[in-house]
């Protein structure tokens, strides 16, 4: 063993002092005089790997820190803002709850949120889709951004428009729409009994504009591919804001209904305001970025609950999807027929259905309890899961 005095030896009959501390910690770290080849290398080696670490590190711990920062100075918004309540039906002038959030920023369009989760956030819209990605509602560049609403929506004193389209980031801390993957989520955290859970919990959704104070009741919960390269990019869901006729509202709901991977007890008509809320799924697949999540809701009519039957919705086991998802998880299999039950339309007509020779249910199987299709397929919704 080598004594204190044989590593620190006297000199002029005086013992050597001990390096300090960081003397020691910089020489074990950085290669010096006297170092053998191995200890070399291994310090070498060392120091890469901290650099790397290091590059890699601070980087990330900055993002969370200003995903928080944003979601604090957020928080801060929520306490300005006070819904006036009681409000019956639209207004031609301003909601006096909205006055402070104009004088900080005039772009503001909105308030949303759903009780229980982190959303509860004032809505701007800016002159383009890009702008509000980056900044916050006080107009400071932002990691989160703000929750936006598209740029070709209206709002007015004189009406709005059919679909109401909110953007927000799915961020990494939870903050924003991230709470809106678990919607999905929970429709698949069990092969034979998905628990629904999320939308059990939160079946609706508070969107108040700047002339009226609304709930929504969702309808529709579905993935949507944003890259062609994948298959089909379906973009009607948040492109299209306003319908010219019955027909063409009819065809958007069953064409998003197709697509939806639940079916719930609301029902639906021509007439009815639809609210989109839209934001990226990386959960999908951590290596893709085509996947948007959308959350589709219809505010609810003059004078009818806000009350939903949550025990009712149940999983499309047939959902529509794009080509990758047939090709690499669906075993090859293609979509082929709509499985929703067009009764929860009110305004598709049985002459509708005679035209897109479509038939409604028209019995429920004892056996099995499952509706079951005459639509010349003999498929009665119970035999396949196209996840």
């Known amino acids: 063993m080598t004594t204190y005095m044989e590593k620190y030896p006297r000199r002029n009959g ?6 300090g501390f960081w003397k020691r910690l910089i020489k074990g ?7 053998g080849a191995g200890v070399v290398v291994r310090k070498l080696v060392f120091l890469v790997a901290l650099i790397v670490f290091l590059a890699t590190a601070v980087p990330l711990v900055s993002d969370i820190f200003l995903m928080f920062r944003d979601q604090w100075r957020s928080q801060g918004i929520s306490d300005i803002y006070i819904p006036d309540g009681g409000n019956n039906g639209s207004s031609k002038e301003v909601l006096p709850s909205f006055k402070k959030l104009l004088e900080i920023n005039p772009d503001t369009v909105g308030y949303l949120k759903i009780d229980g989760t982190a959303i509860d956030y004032p809505v701007v819209k800016g002159a383009d889709n890009d702008y509000y990605l980056t900044h916050d509602f006080y107009r400071e560049v932002s990691k989160s951004g703000s929750v936006m609403m598209d740029c070709n929506c209206v709002v007015s004193p004189d009406g709005n428009s ?9 961020m990494a801390v939870g903050t924003f729409f991230a709470c809106l993957s678990e919607y999905w989520r929970t429709l698949y955290d069990s092969y034979d009994s998905p628990s629904m859970q999320f939308y059990k919990d939160h079946p609706t959704i508070t969107f108040n504009t700047l002339y009226e104070e609304a709930e929504w009741k969702i309808f529709g919960i579905g993935l949507f591919n944003i890259y062609e390269e994948y298959g089909e990019v379906y ?7 306003d319908f010219t006729s019955r027909d063409d509202f009819n ?34 697949r951590s290596d893709m ?14 004078g009818e609950s806000t009350y939903v039957d949550v025990s009712k919705a149940t999983v499309n086991t047939y959902v529509k999807r794009w080509q990758w998802v047939y090709d690499n998880i669906g075993g090859g299999y293609d979509w082929s027929q709509s499985n929703w039950d067009r009764r929860k339309l009110l305004s598709y007509t049985a002459e509708d259905a005679e035209k897109d020779g479509y038939t409604f249910i028209d019995d429920i199987n004892d056996q099995d309890g499952v509706y079951d299709y005459n639509n010349g397929d003999n498929y009665d919704g119970d035999g396949y899961d196209y996840y």
Do not use: Q
């Open 251 to 284: 065809h958007f709901i069953i064409d998003l209904m197709d697509r939806s991977d639940i079916f719930t007890d609301v029902d639906i008509e021509y007439g009815d305001d639809i609210l989109t809320l839209s934001t990226c799924y990386w959960p999908f």
């Open 14 to 19: 005086v013992a050597t002092k001990k390096p």
């Open 289 to 302: 970025d085509n996947v948007r999540l959308a959350i589709f809701a219809r505010k609810v009519r003059p």
């Open 235 to 241: 973009s009607n869901y948040n492109n299209k804001h």
């Open 29 to 35: 770290i950085i290669p010096w005089k006297g170092d």
């Open 162 to 170: 059919g679909n109401l389209v909110l953007y927000g980031h799915n």
